[in-house]
């Protein structure tokens, strides 16, 4: 059987303080985390959580919202090492085809380089 919350008077929307919102973001957001489980504890539709965090630009590990970071680093030695089946020079260009490419794919890139 299902939970009925039967809000009276006239007031139905509850105030959250600031210190309330990040603490609620904390739990939400903390690593292993399940956002919907947070919200629904704290009795608290999982969209607004996400709301809080768009405002308050709120990163658990204290840095800014936004892209993640991205580390290049070079191919392994086994990769950079295999063979190529083709080596194609065209309108300088350069492409390397793989043994194991599927012949779609190697046609396609053949027929790019060619226009």
Not at 45 to 51: D, K, T
Request: hydrophobic share 45%; aromatic share 6%.
């Amino acid at each position: 059987m299902g939970q009925v919350t039967v809000f009276a008077g006239s007031e139905r929307r509850r105030i959250w303080d600031d210190a309330e919102k990040l603490a609620l973001l904390a739990r939400a957001f903390a690593p292993g985390a399940v956002l919907a489980h947070v919200a629904r504890a704290a009795d608290v539709h999982p969209s607004q959580l996400y709301r809080w965090r768009k405002e308050f630009g709120f990163t658990p590990d204290g840095g800014t919202q936004g892209f993640a970071q991205v580390v290049v680093q070079p191919d392994p030695p086994e990769v950079a090492r295999r063979a190529c089946a083709i080596r194609v020079c065209l309108n300088g260009a350069e492409v390397e085809i793989g043994e194991h490419a599927p012949l779609p794919l190697a046609t396609a890139v053949l027929q790019a380089l060619s226009r």
